[in-house]
């Protein structure tokens, strides 16, 4: 078993082939790896700055309509987002930090 690769950078039509021992020695080396390699540290879909600063005073997170991609206009879910912040809405960087709380399934991804 061999996958068929194109090769990055090449002006021409060449290929590179990756065999089924390529594979198994890809695999084995992940395998392999420590328990310590293999933690994810999640990291925020916003600067991870703005997980420094404090929420406004007297501010409470709404209940979001969730947005999944499928159904619905993205620039409607914004203005949703942004009228669900009501006195808050002003708050640019509550915009960032808030949206993805009202993302589910593949736009979340």
């Not at 002006?11 to 594979?23: C, H, P």
């Not at 409607?76 to 709380?101: C, P, T, W």
Request: hydrophobic content about 30%; proline content about 6%; some cysteine.
């Amino acid at each position: 078993m061999s996958l068929l690769l194109p090769e990055k950078g090449s002006e021409q039509k060449r290929s590179s082939f990756i065999t089924q021992e390529d594979v198994i020695t890809m695999l084995e080396n992940e395998l392999s790896r420590s328990q310590e390699d293999w933690k994810c540290v999640p990291q925020p879909p916003f600067p991870s700055s703005l997980l420094q600063r404090l929420y406004s005073k007297g501010y409470e997170a709404p209940s979001f309509v969730l947005f999944d991609e499928r159904k619905g206009s993205p620039k409607e879910h914004v203005n949703r987002l942004i009228d669900a912040l009501g006195s808050h809405a002003g708050d640019y960087n509550l915009h960032l930090r808030e949206f993805s709380k009202s993302l589910i399934d593949r736009a979340y991804m």
